[in-house]
């Protein structure tokens, strides 16, 4: 199960060395509820790897807010604090197996 991420928490869950995967999106979003399983899934095959988290941008405009959020699905990829890679719309479950291979 993915990190339920807040904008009270984000701080805390960046401290991390490992990467950071942060999927945006909201409940009235069809795109986004396709996506959430998946994002579900890689956070326990890549529990070791990386922090795979959720955000709920109607929650958390602040953190949609900084990270320049306009369109959802949006995955973003961080890695010591630093957007280095992202994701927008849905895509299959292989990109973004591809993308933390690559990134972790």
Aim: aromatic share 6%; charged share 30%.
């Amino acid at each position: 199960m993915a990190l339920k991420i807040t904008d009270a928490t984000l701080n805390e869950v960046l401290a991390t060395d490992k990467l950071v995967v942060i999927d945006f999106g909201a409940e009235w979003c069809g795109p986004c509820k396709m996506l959430s399983p998946i994002i579900d899934e890689l956070a326990e095959e890549f529990k070791d790897k990386a922090v795979i988290g959720k955000v709920d941008i109607d929650e958390n405009d602040d953190m949609a807010v900084k990270y320049g959020i306009r369109n959802i699905p949006q995955v973003l990829f961080i890695k010591n604090g630093e957007l280095i890679e992202k994701l927008v719309g849905a895509h299959p479950k292989s990109a973004y197996v591809e993308k933390i291979e690559k990134l972790a």
